[in-house]
Every structure is written in structure tokens, then in C-alpha cells.
């Protein structure tokens, strides 16, 4: 189905001399009965109108709003450290897909495995593409999670933010805790937070990775791309 988008313009006065009050609000009715009728008959009710000249305020709300989501992920703050380091945008991107695979296996929690769907599915980082090319893929760690874990309840209906389960807390906590013992500056990377799935052995995460071929060797091969998520090529 085609997308439609209106332009609705002020209608202006046949007179040139008539910039009075009562020809403003004229004109508003209009307009406003204009755009219901539009409502009405071409989309069914459910037009979207929004003012173009937003109150800075506002936008300055929801940017802080959007800096505060990003950038806060649920993990232990770490103890003597007066600066915490920030998450690249891949790994933040991988966190959030690993809360909506939670969701759509309806899982209760955000676990290692759903973190581990999470940096597949984002898929652009080294580490993501380290793990497909060593056989670690999505479909896989999907298939394995239901073998290890099963299937919820189909009628199951889990929180719009699935929390953290132990294991991943403490994978996400590795990941931050080494990043600043490193004494390196930079971001937590999509690498950490894998080898923060590794490092807790009694993790579903580790399990699946463990079953797919992952191993301490491929962990230290994976350890070279700990402070980057990406490679700059120039041509």
C-alpha cells in the first residue's frame, strides 16, 4: 500500500489587508476541519498530525532521555573507579536486540544466550562476525537455547524489558571490570561482552558456545579485537 504525506498550508486571505484575529482563527478552523475530513475518509480516523515548531525544552528531554537509555546498562558499579567507561554503539545496539529476542522466545529474563542472539543479530561487530565465521551463527544459538533451556508457554506474556539473569549481569560486569583494569582509554566493546559470556562457565551463553565449537583458544584469537568493534578500511 502506497505511503501519502500532506502538506497542509495556511489558507490565505483573498484580501491583502485582512491580517486580523478573526480571518487567523478562520483560517485555523478551516484547516482543523480539513484535516479531520482527511481523517475520515482517506485514512480511517487515525491521521497523525504533529506541529512543526517543537518547544526546545522538549527536544532537549528527549535526547537526555535517549543518552540516558543508551548509555545505561544494567551492571554493578565498579568499586574504586571514579570514571566508568561508556559502551560502543554496537554493543549497546547488541544489548537491545538481545532484550527483543528475549521477548520473542518469550523468555522472563535477559540471559546469556538471549545476549549472545543479541550481538548475532546487530551481526556488524568483529566479534559478531568472528563467532559466524568459527560456525557460531544465529540459527544455531537459537536452536541450541531451546534445547538447553525449552520453549516458554505460548500465552506467556514477559515485561516489555526482560531483567537480567545472575550470569549475565555477571558477564556484563567482567566486561566492564576488564575494560578498566586494561587502564586503556575507549569504549566496552562488542568483544568484551562475549568473552563476559565465556568467562561465566555456568552460563547457558557459555554452554551453547562451548557445544557450537568455541574455545579457549578461539577466546584469545577473539581477545585481539577487544578494543575495537570494527575495522576502518580507506580507498
Known amino acids: 500500500m502506497a505511503t501519502h504525506s500532506f502538506s497542509l498550508l495556511p489558507i490565505q486571505s483573498l484580501t491583502s489587508n485582512s491580517s486580523n484575529k478573526q480571518s487567523e482563527n478562520t483560517n485555523t478552523f478551516l484547516t482543523h476541519k480539513y484535516c479531520k475530513a482527511l481523517a475520515t475518509s482517506f485514512t480511517g480516523g487515525k491521521l497523525l498530525i504533529r506541529p512543526q515548531n517543537l518547544n526546545s525544552v522538549t527536544l532537549k528531554r528527549r535526547r537526555s ?67 559466524r565465521a568459527n560456525g557460531i551463527t544465529f540459527f544455531k544459538v537459537t536452536e541450541e537455547t531451546l534445547k538447553l533451556l525449552g520453549k516458554s508457554d505460548m500465552y506467556y506474556s514477559n515485561p516489555e524489558s526482560p531483567p537480567l539473569t545472575k550470569p549475565a549481569r555477571k558477564a556484563l560486569d567482567w566486561a566492564v571490570n576488564e575494560k578498566l583494569k ?41 581477545a585481539k579485537f577487544m578494543d575495537k568493534d570494527s575495522e576502518l578500511t580507506y580507498k
Open 182 to 222: 586494561s587502564g586503556e582509554d575507549g569504549e566496552i566493546t562488542v568483544t568484551h561482552i562475549v568473552l563476559g559470556i565465556w568467562s561465566v562457565k555456568e552460563s547457558a551463553g557459555h554452554i551453547i558456545m562451548s557445544t557450537l565449537g568455541f574455545d579457549d583458544e578461539k577466546a584469545k584469537e577473539l
Open 65 to 131: 532521555t535517549v543518552a540516558t537509555v543508551a548509555f545505561s546498562l544494567p551492571i554493578t558499579k565498579p568499586e574504586g573507579y571514579e570514571k566508568q567507561p561508556k559502551w560502543s554503539s554496537r554493543a549497546i545496539q547488541a544489548f537491545v536486540m538481545a532484550e527483543l529476542e528475549a521477548r520473542k522466545i518469550k523468555y522472563p529474563n535477559t540471559g546469556t544466550e538471549a545476549l549472545l542472539m543479541g550481538i548475532l543479530v546487530e551481526g556488524t561487530s568483529l566479534a559478531a562476525k568472528f563467532l
